[in-house]
C-alpha cells in the first residue's frame, strides 16, 4: 500500500480525468532535496525514459536546473463505479473522441535536487509522449513551485508489510507501466464503420527471447484490454491463441455492438525470460464480422499503429 504521502494527489483526481492538466505541485512550497508530486493529465505512453524535468527560479539571470529523479511515473485510474465511467455522461464522450484511449491520470514523483535558489520558480516538463489533442499540452504548462530555506529529505514513502514490518521505498515502482505491445485502432472513423460481432487482429510479437525458449503458446502472454467499452454497451470479451508464432486475439460481441475504436489492448509477455522486444512490431491482418458471421468492413491495417513500452529500468 502506497503511503499517505501520495494520498494528496487525490483532491484533483476528477479535474484532472476531466481532461485538465495540473497547474501546481504537491506540496505547492518545498525546500531542496523534497519529494514533490504532480498530476499531468493524460498522455498516452509518458515514461521515465522520456520525459524530463527543470526548475527555473522567478529571481533575474537564473539558470534551467535539470531535476533528473523523477522517481517515479504511473497511471491513476478511477473506480469503475464512479461517474468518470457513466455511460451518459457528455464529458467523457468528448474527452474519448480527443483521447481515443481508457480514462487515466498520470502521476509523476520526484525528488528535488539538492541545491535550488530560494524564492518562487516554475517547474517545466518535457515529453515525446503523445499529447491529447484539443486538450492542454503538458509541455506548454509552466507548473509553480516555491522554494523555502533549508535542505529536505527525500520521501521514503514506508508503509507496513502484513507481518507488521515498514518498508521504504513505497513500491512505486511497481506501479509503472510494464514491458507491453500497446495495438491502437484508428483514432477517427474513416470509413462510416458498423457496428461488429468479432474483431480479429493478427500479430507478428517480436519477442526478446535470449534463452530461444520454443515452447511458447498463449499462456505466455496476457492480453489487456482498454476500457473503453462505457460508451457502446457492447459487453466485450477477449480470448487469443498462439500458433507458428502469430498471436490471435479476439475481441467478441454478443450483442453485435463491438465498435471499431473498442480492440485496443496491450501484449505483455508473463514469463520471466521472455519479453517484448523494442523493435516495430507488425499486425499481420484484421478481419471484421457481423452478428451473423459475415465478414463486413472494417478499418484497414494501415490505419492501426503499435507501440513498445520497455518497462521500467
Same mark, same amino acid.
Given at each position: 500500500?502506497?503511503?499517505?504521502?501520495?494520498?494528496?494527489?487525490?483532491?484533483?483526481?476528477?479535474?484532472?480525468?476531466?481532461?485538465?492538466v495540473? @497547474?501546481?505541485?504537491?506540496p505547492? %512550497?518545498a525546500?531542496?532535496?523534497?519529494?514533490?508530486?504532480?498530476?499531468l493529465?493524460?498522455?498516452?505512453?509518458?515514461?521515465?525514459e522520456?520525459?524530463q524535468?527543470?526548475?527555473?527560479?522567478?529571481?533575474?539571470?537564473?539558470? =534551467? @536546473?535539470?531535476?533528473?529523479?523523477?522517481?517515479? /511515473?504511473? *497511471? $491513476?485510474?478511477?473506480?469503475?463505479? &464512479?461517474?468518470?465511467?457513466n455511460h451518459?455522461?457528455?464529458?467523457? =464522450?468528448?474527452?474519448?473522441?480527443?483521447?481515443?484511449?481508457? +480514462? !487515466?491520470?498520470?502521476?509523476m514523483?520526484l525528488?528535488?535536487?539538492?541545491?535550488?535558489?530560494?524564492?518562487?520558480?516554475?517547474? &517545466?516538463?518535457?515529453?515525446?509522449?503523445? +499529447?491529447? =489533442?484539443g486538450?492542454?499540452?503538458?509541455?506548454? %504548462?509552466?507548473?509553480?513551485?516555491?522554494?523555502?530555506? #533549508?535542505?529536505?529529505?527525500?520521501?521514503?514513502?514506508?508503509?507496513?508489510?502484513?507481518?507488521?514490518?515498514?518498508?521504504?521505498?513505497?513500491?512505486?515502482?511497481?506501479?509503472?507501466?510494464?514491458?507491453?505491445?500497446?495495438?491502437k485502432?484508428?483514432?477517427?472513423?474513416? #470509413?462510416g !464503420?458498423?457496428?461488429?460481432?468479432?474483431?480479429?487482429?493478427?500479430i507478428?510479437p +517480436?519477442?526478446y527471447?535470449?534463452y530461444?525458449?520454443?515452447?511458447?503458446?498463449?499462456?505466455?502472454?496476457?492480453? /489487456?484490454? =482498454?476500457d473503453?467499452?462505457?460508451?457502446?454497451?457492447? *459487453? *466485450?470479451?477477449? %480470448?487469443?491463441?498462439?500458433?507458428?508464432n502469430? $498471436?490471435?486475439?479476439?475481441? $467478441?460481441?454478443?450483442?453485435?455492438?463491438?465498435?471499431?475504436?473498442?480492440?485496443?489492448f496491450?501484449?505483455?509477455?508473463?514469463?520471466?525470460?521472455?519479453?517484448i522486444?523494442?523493435?516495430?512490431?507488425?499486425?499481420?491482418?484484421?478481419?471484421?464480422?457481423? /452478428?451473423n458471421?459475415?465478414?463486413?468492413?472494417?478499418?484497414?491495417?494501415?490505419?492501426?499503429?503499435?507501440? @513498445? %513500452?520497455?518497462?521500467p529500468?
Amino acid at each position: 500500500m502506497i503511503a499517505r504521502g501520495c494520498l494528496i494527489i487525490l483532491s484533483v483526481v476528477l479535474l484532472v480525468l476531466q481532461g485538465c492538466v495540473a @497547474v501546481q505541485t504537491f506540496p505547492t %512550497i518545498a525546500r531542496a532535496n523534497d519529494t514533490v508530486t504532480l498530476a499531468l493529465g493524460s498522455q498516452d505512453g509518458m515514461t521515465k525514459e522520456n520525459t524530463q524535468v527543470f526548475f527555473l527560479s522567478d529571481s533575474p539571470d537564473s539558470q =534551467q @536546473v535539470p531535476v533528473t529523479n523523477i522517481r517515479s /511515473i504511473f *497511471k $491513476l485510474y478511477a473506480d469503475k463505479t &464512479s461517474d468518470i465511467y457513466n455511460h451518459n455522461s457528455q464529458i467523457m =464522450q468528448n474527452l474519448f473522441n480527443y483521447q481515443n484511449h481508457e +480514462q !487515466w491520470l498520470t502521476i509523476m514523483v520526484l525528488d528535488l535536487p539538492p541545491s535550488l535558489p530560494v524564492g518562487t520558480g516554475v517547474l &517545466s516538463i518535457t515529453t515525446t509522449a503523445a +499529447q491529447t =489533442q484539443g486538450l492542454a499540452d503538458v509541455n506548454a %504548462i509552466l507548473v509553480k513551485l516555491e522554494i523555502v530555506e #533549508g535542505i529536505g529529505n527525500s520521501n521514503s514513502f514506508n508503509y507496513y508489510l502484513t507481518t507488521g514490518i515498514v518498508s521504504g521505498g513505497g513500491g512505486l515502482e511497481q506501479l509503472e507501466p510494464g514491458n507491453q505491445l500497446i495495438v491502437k485502432p484508428p483514432e477517427s472513423d474513416t #470509413g462510416g !464503420w458498423p457496428s461488429y460481432a468479432v474483431i480479429e487482429i493478427k500479430i507478428l510479437p +517480436q519477442l526478446y527471447n535470449p534463452y530461444n525458449i520454443t515452447n511458447i503458446t498463449e499462456n505466455n502472454f496476457n492480453i /489487456i484490454p =482498454q476500457d473503453v467499452s462505457y460508451r457502446t454497451k457492447s *459487453k *466485450k470479451s477477449v %480470448i487469443s491463441s498462439y500458433r507458428n508464432n502469430e $498471436l490471435i486475439v479476439s475481441f $467478441l460481441s454478443s450483442n453485435g455492438r463491438l465498435k471499431y475504436f473498442e480492440p485496443r489492448f496491450s501484449v505483455v509477455a508473463i514469463s520471466p525470460i521472455i519479453g517484448i522486444d523494442n523493435v516495430q512490431q507488425n499486425i499481420t491482418s484484421i478481419r471484421y464480422f457481423d /452478428i451473423n458471421g459475415n465478414i463486413v468492413p472494417g478499418p484497414p491495417v494501415a490505419e492501426y499503429s503499435t507501440q @513498445v %513500452i520497455p518497462g521500467p529500468n
